[in-house]
């Protein structure tokens, strides 16, 4: 059993298969490493069960892509659970080496796309979610190991090779598992 990691989200229910936000979605040239629950910018995001916090960064920059906004991400491992990146945060709450507790508070959503930088030259999922007025969101990813992350292959929460990280779990699967 988890604890859901956004108390403030609309509903405790996760994209379904090919949907946008979800596991694996397809988006032309990349493909999304975990999950989107969306929740307004500012709401808490806990953890999902105990655990120690191994590091914490930026996740999203509008030096790297103009239209992001610079987001935060905390890294935790939950022994017996998996390793967690909880990305896309406005801010955080704690920091590398930290023990957590299960519903303990790590930061805030945040708002990762700026619409106003957003330009047809954006992909399409991106101009999808700002037709939608969707900005702010968790994004969630869960790992057997420590995930080692080259640029290359990893950006914004997608991987760009053709097959997924060997050691990238479906967030769906723990969160099935929700008190
Ligand atoms: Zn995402």
């Not at 490493?33 to 953890?47: E, K, L, M, N, Q």
């Not at 590091?55 to 610079?70: I, L, S």
């Not at 869960?142 to 914004?156: A, E, F, I, K, T």
Request: with cysteine.
């Amino acid at each position: 059993m988890v604890t859901w990691p956004v108390p403030d989200s609309p509903a405790q229910t996760l994209p379904g298969k090919g949907e946008p936000g979800s596991f694996g979605e397809d988006r032309g040239d990349r493909r999304h490493c975990g999950i989107d629950i969306r929740a307004p910018a500012g709401s808490p995001v806990v953890a999902i069960a105990d655990g120690t916090v191994i590091e914490t960064g930026v996740q999203t920059d509008p030096a790297w892509v103009p239209y992001w906004n610079r987001t935060w991400f905390v890294l935790v491992d939950h022994p017996g659970t998996c390793i967690a990146r909880y990305a896309e945060l406005a801010d955080t709450t704690v920091g590398a080496g930290d023990s957590v507790r299960e519903g303990e508070c790590l930061g805030h959503i945040g708002r990762v796309i700026h619409p106003g930088r957003v330009t047809s030259t954006a992909p399409a999922y991106i101009r999808e979610l700002v037709r939608n007025g969707i900005t702010a969101m968790l994004h969630l990813e869960c790992w057997h190991s420590r995930p080692v992350l080259s640029g290359d292959m990893y950006r914004g929460g997608n991987w760009f090779g053709p097959e997924p990280p060997s050691t990238l779990c479906d967030p769906g699967i723990i969160l099935n598992d929700c008190r």
